[in-house]
């Protein structure tokens, strides 16, 4: 900080004596100090163009302007930086035990994601204090507006090694955060009434995976598409059950939930063999998600799968077909 307060000072003393050649020379160490930032800039600038070199996946640049943040302890830019080290962004090796140091000097300093993030840690051993709870960490994450922290807090009631098993306060803590469209914490509200025969209630499952489904969650839409590929088990020939798993599941494999390619493609394929309706599409889309599938996870039954659906796909379509599928897998990865 006072190496940059010199230049500051230094810098608009030449400006005041227009005397360019000192400039310049200024502006020259400085670059040296600095080479990819401004000189002396403005720290809040320099957080905002980090997240924009962020945004662009200009992993390098956004590292090093978050480093240089850290070392004037910005508590945005430690949570930033630990996020590199977590997921192991651009060239920086993954270092969970370096994250969650990040994460606690800006949990410390009011970052309430930090919190949130903290409390994994806590969780899973990494440079924890022996008397530290996740679920304080989670309290304090919810109660400075991290919704979802909430349910967090809910799910040490389902039995763990910090909390009993406690499913009153378990729905309680989560419903809290489902209620704020906390979009996990209404698909765990979900798997709780669905999974536990003492609360067990088919009819709020069902409301609430709806309600993840609405704010875009796949991984709602292919528990609901499961739960009526159920009902169908248990009602045969129940259409309009079949027509909405159908329906869901592909919402669920369209935004990459990738355990749901396979049955799309068999669930497409089924339909071909009994239904009156187009059969071109019907096969494209059978081939589109069996191809997927079995690129992402190839199994020996996504390779029968796959061979059954080429058997009758038309030769000319195979070739866009597969490009449609290729730039859908791309997709996911960026």
């Given at each position: ?5 010199f ?23 400085c ?15 320099l957080?905002t ?10 992993y390098?640049?956004?590292f090093?302007?978050f480093?240089q ?15 590199f ?39 899973q051993?990494q ?5 530290e709870?996740?679920g ?13 922290a ?5 799910r040490?009631y ?5 909390q009993?098993?406690n499913?009153?306060?378990?729905i ?10 906390a ?5 765990t ?12 209630n ?17 991984e ?7 739960l009526?590929?159920q ?12 027509n909405k ?6 919402i669920?494999s369209?935004?990459?939930i ?9 669930m ?19 081939y ?8 992402i ?8 799968l ?19 599928v290729?730039?859908f ?6």
């Amino acid at each position: 900080m006072r190496f940059r307060a010199f230049f500051h000072r230094e810098i608009n003393s030449m400006h005041n004596t227009s005397n360019g050649s000192q400039l310049r020379l200024a502006l020259l160490v400085c670059s040296l100090a600095y080479p990819s930032l401004t000189c002396a800039e403005n720290p809040d600038d320099l957080l905002t163009k980090g997240y924009e070199a962020l945004a662009r996946k200009d992993y390098t640049q956004s590292f090093e302007i978050f480093s240089q943040l850290v070392e004037e302890n910005s508590p945005q830019a430690y949570f930033t930086s630990a996020l590199f080290y977590k997921h192991g962004w651009g060239e920086v090796e993954q270092d969970l035990s370096k994250a969650c140091e990040q994460f606690l000097f800006a949990a410390k300093n009011d970052i309430p994601v930090a919190q949130q993030e903290y409390g994994y840690c806590v969780m899973q051993n990494q440079g924890a204090g022996a008397n530290e709870k996740p679920g304080d960490w989670f309290k304090r994450a919810y109660e400075s507006g991290v919704y979802e922290a909430a349910c967090d807090l809910g799910r040490l009631y389902l039995g763990t090694a910090w909390q009993k098993r406690n499913l009153p306060l378990a729905i309680q803590w989560c419903q809290q955060a489902a209620e704020r469209n906390a979009v996990k914490a209404q698909v765990t509200l979900a798997d709780i009434y669905l999974s536990n025969s003492e609360v067990f209630n088919l009819e709020q499952a069902e409301f609430w995976y709806t309600q993840a489904l609405n704010i875009g969650s796949g991984e709602a839409a292919y528990k609901l598409a499961t739960l009526y590929l159920q009902i169908i088990a248990q009602q045969q020939g129940d259409e309009s059950a079949a027509n909405k798993a159908l329906y869901l599941m592909e919402i669920a494999s369209s935004r990459y939930i990738e355990r749901a390619y396979a049955p799309t493609a068999k669930m497409y394929w089924k339909k071909l063999q009994t239904s009156d309706e187009s059969s071109s599409e019907l096969l494209a889309k059978s081939y589109l998600w069996a191809k997927a599938a079995h690129q992402i996870n190839p199994t020996k039954a996504t390779k029968r799968l796959l061979r059954e659906v080429e058997n009758e796909l038309p030769p000319q379509w195979k070739g866009k077909l597969d490009t449609q599928v290729e730039e859908f897998i791309t997709e996911n990865k960026l």
